[in-house]
């Protein structure tokens, strides 16, 4: 029995692929630990491990140690209110008694002063509901706070650090200007009074631009704050480069100012106090435009939680009461009136609309609803008033679900990141010591400390891990949210990836290719039966009226339309792939297809064999009826071919997929099918357990398969594909099944997810590639190669906005993707 325990943390303090490489192999490398994944991008880890041989305690205390912060998810579910009526510290104390009173209730955390409350809660044990209404008979009241959940939160605390981060850049640029213009401006023109020229006034003009170095330092701070404490524990990062090349420029600079005071050295313009402020705030600009960027990654997520409301209609007592959907439970009464969004996973009890499911499966059209039927929270009712019956509330939503899904997918690796963490986690390492190399070689070459210092500075600032780091994970990250919005949900980076290369695509026939409703078409009673064609609907109806296979919902369907007297069997049994026995008023039946009749040794006519051949040339199901041991009938069934599909197929051929149709049906009405949908290979009459070796074959012949299904009878087939793909119907849709769920039923879905599927991949090859040609340029140039040869030198205030803007470039091409489209290719 697996026993291993599986978890989400988010990791504090990371600042580039060195950071998330350290953790990731650190973690990996604990007794018990069978797997860690750490995102840069989302600042997370996601670990397996075995309990008996590790605790949560000893993970934390680990990543600690590296110098990161580690913040488990929470295993409670989190209540926070805003309590209204508390006037003094008597309110929030009695408050607070009661709330921890109840059971099931962990923890309640009450501010008098910010008149708000945090609870922690067994879900199994207590509702929300239950919590606020024993708040309420205290006699306070209570609402809702918005952003509770653990993303919200942390995208509330990113969205206050990159405000922070945008006002501190004023003061840097105000006063990073002024050094630059002192130290560069004669290069331009400009004139210095006397007072601070350098030939006249050395002291006064290196004096006024450490004042004005030492503030921009300051606002800057985290790189050293960082830093030097990495570089102390022997796992520096990004932010040790800029702490050393900048302090490097800065004590130097200091040392020569002293030296200008002491009278031993005359030359103020030996200074690079504008580099040190410079080259911080520019990276510093870089930084908060990469936070930016990345904040936009999670847009997707967001709006998919923004669809839920924060309020329902609940009936109670007969009255329509507004509460929070938090306080939902499975079993409410809802009202929801047309221009409202449904607020938790319901059935209609009364009233029919039009629900607009578009931001959920990418459908279009509003679909037609009545009652008896389920609707998704989160969609749109559009024109009729609906009384509900709440099913799924919470967490167990599925727009939670998809939600919680494409976090997770978010989340995960793909396999083509593996070759930028390996070079990150040795990246920085290399770069201080290619920094210091340079700076010994050119040195004591001749050319003088000041050219040495200026190329070690510049290498230590043109190097970014954080471009190698971000490559991966932000085209992950918009590639699964746009395709949710699209209604493709992508379980993995793994199985994104997977799809980018996959080179042969298996439809499925029934409820795939075709609308899986199929329909009585045909009854041909032999002549020898014996019984009328009345009589063998009546009895091919009541056989099949026990079974859920499609094609025996079709008969019984069609026996009930036609007025048939159905009775229930008196014994039945399905035989997969074959059909079904069953006894019916006395007489023995068979029902299904030839195979079945001539295992049980029943004669099969010409007759039967001709109407079966006639039937399933014209992409009908022929099911065969026996009756007392007797060929009795022939049954066609048809199953329309859905619209998209020939259009599907074909643009899957143009794009250099190889299309295949694998089913349990007979070769001729397959091969109908396949005709209709411009499919030349057809695997036919497989039973659904032979599927997973038919798929293997084709794999055998070095084909990257994709099966696309339904996600139940082809289960096995899904799972042994490269790439399963789970067919869905909307609500309905079976999001544990394959690696790609298609929120709709059209095929078009499958067009859109392989093509997202490689856009997604060639913008990561893109951002790999820019990241490591920047850095693989940049880094040469920096250290003088191209001087060594009579070229130019690279500035470090150049080489540090190189730097900063590489992170920004990769994320913004990575964010192309949130305008990819269906039918982009």
Avoid at 216 to 229: D, E, S
Avoid at 341 to 368: F, H, Q, W
Avoid at 603 to 624: C, K, N, V, W, Y
Avoid at 700 to 720: E, K
């Amino acid at each position: 029995m697996d026993t291993t325990q599986k978890q989400h943390a988010r990791v504090t303090g990371m600042h580039c692929a060195a950071c998330s490489a350290r953790v990731e192999r650190g973690v990996a490398a604990l007794p018990g630990v069978a797997s860690a994944q750490v995102n840069l991008a989302a600042e997370s880890l996601d670990v397996s491990w075995d309990p008996a041989a590790l605790r949560p305690e000893d993970i934390k205390a680990a990543v600690e140690d590296m110098g990161y912060g580690l913040e488990f998810a929470p295993s409670e579910s989190r209540l926070d209110l805003r309590v209204t009526g508390m006037h003094c510290a008597a309110c929030s104390a009695r408050v607070e008694r009661t709330v921890a009173a109840l059971p099931g209730v962990t923890s309640a955390q009450v501010n008098l002063a910010a008149e708000t409350a945090g609870i922690l809660y067994d879900p199994a044990s207590i509702g929300p509901r239950a919590i606020r209404e024993a708040i309420r008979e205290a006699g306070y009241g209570t609402e809702a706070l918005a952003g509770t959940s653990d993303f919200e939160k942390h995208r509330q605390e990113t969205l206050e650090r990159v405000r922070a981060q945008g006002r501190a850049l004023i003061p840097a640029f105000a006063l990073a200007l002024p050094v630059f213009l002192l130290s560069m401006g004669h290069m331009m023109g400009l004139t210095l009074p006397a007072f601070l020229a350098p030939d006249s006034a050395p002291l006064t003009f290196a004096l006024v631009q450490a004042a004005l170095t030492a503030p921009v330092l300051w606002i800057g701070r985290n790189f050293y704050r960082f830093g030097i404490p990495a570089l102390l524990r022997r796992a520096p990062n990004m932010d040790s480069l800029v702490a050393l090349g900048t302090g490097a420029a800065f004590l130097y600079s200091l040392w020569n100012t002293l030296e200008i005071a002491l009278g031993r050295h005359e030359l103020a313009h030996d200074l690079y106090f504008e580099s040190a402020a410079v080259l911080v705030t520019l990276i510093s600009l870089g930084k908060y435009l990469e936070a930016r960027s990345k904040l936009k990654t999670t847009d997707a997520v967001r709006a998919l939680m923004d669809l839920a409301p924060r309020t329902a209609t609940l009936l109670r007592d007969g009255a329509q009461v507004e509460v929070p959907v938090d306080e939902l439970e499975p079993g409410d009464e809802l009202v929801v009136k047309p221009g409202e969004r449904i607020p938790v996973d319901a059935r209609i009890l009364k009233g029919s609309t039009r629900i607009d499911e578009s931001m959920l499966t990418g459908e279009p059209l509003p679909a037609a609803r009545a009652e008896g039927d389920a609707v998704v929270g989160g969609t749109l009712n559009t024109t009729g008033a609906l009384t509900l019956r709440a099913e799924r509330v919470g967490q167990d939503t599925m727009l939670a679900r998809i939600v919680r899904l494409v976090q997770e997918a978010q989340g995960s690796k793909a396999p083509i990141a593996n070759l930028a963490d390996r070079v990150s986690y040795y990246f920085v390492p290399a770069v201080m010591a290619v920094a210091a190399l340079a700076f010994l070689g050119w040195h004591l070459s001749g050319a003088g400390f000041d050219f040495s210092l200026r190329v070690f500075v510049a290498v230590m600032v043109i190097a970014c891990p954080c471009a190698m780091g971000l490559a991966v994970p932000t085209s992950i990250m918009v590639g699964t949210g746009r395709g949710a919005q699209l209604g493709v949900l992508i379980k993995s980076g793994g199985a994104l990836q997977k799809a980018g290369e996959i080179t042969a695509v298996v439809f499925d026939k029934t409820g795939t290719l075709t609308h899986g409703k199929p329909e009585l078409t045909d009854l041909e009673v032999l002549p020898e039966a014996g019984i009328s064609e009345a009589e063998a609907l009546t009895l091919a109806g009541s056989a099949e009226s026990l079974s859920e296979h499609p094609l025996a919902k079709a008969v019984t369907a069609s026996a009930q339309t036609r007025g048939a007297a159905l009775s229930e069997p008196e014994s039945f049994e399905s035989v997969t792939g074959r059909g079904v026995r069953a006894r019916v008023m006395g007489r023995s039946l068979l029902l299904g297809n030839r195979a079945l009749l001539t295992e049980a040794g029943v004669a099969i006519p010409p007759e039967m064999d001709s109407l079966s051949t006639r039937f399933s040339g014209q992409a009908r199901t022929a099911l065969h009826l026996a009756v007392d041991g007797r060929a009795a009938a022939v049954l066609a069934v048809a199953d329309k071919l859905k619209d998209e599909a020939p259009e599907v197929v074909a643009r899957l051929k143009a794009l250099g997929f190889s299309v295949v149709m694998l089913t349990g049906d007979d070769e001729i009405t397959a091969q109908a099918v396949a005709r209709e949908a411009g499919i030349e290979e057809v695997v036919a009459g497989v039973l659904p357990d032979r599927k997973a070796a038919e798929i293997e074959k084709l794999q055998q012949r070095g084909l990257v398969t994709a099966m696309a299904g339904d996600g139940i009878n082809d289960a096995p087939a899904l799972a042994r594909a490269d790439l399963g793909v789970a067919m869905g119907s909307g609500i309905d849709v079976a999001v544990e099944s394959g690696d790609i769920v298609l929120m709709t039923g059209d095929l078009r879905g499958v067009l859109t997810a392989l093509g997202l599927s490689r856009a997604t991949l060639r913008n990561i090859r893109q951002n790999l590639f820019w990241a490591f040609a920047f850095n693989t340029v940049g880094i040469p140039v920096a250290a003088g190669v191209l001087h060594a040869f009579g070229g130019p030198t690279l500035s470090p205030m150049i080489a540090g906005t190189a730097m900063a803007l590489s992170s920004v470039f990769v994320v913004s091409n990575a964010l192309r993707l949130r305008f990819f489209r269906p039918g982009d290719q």
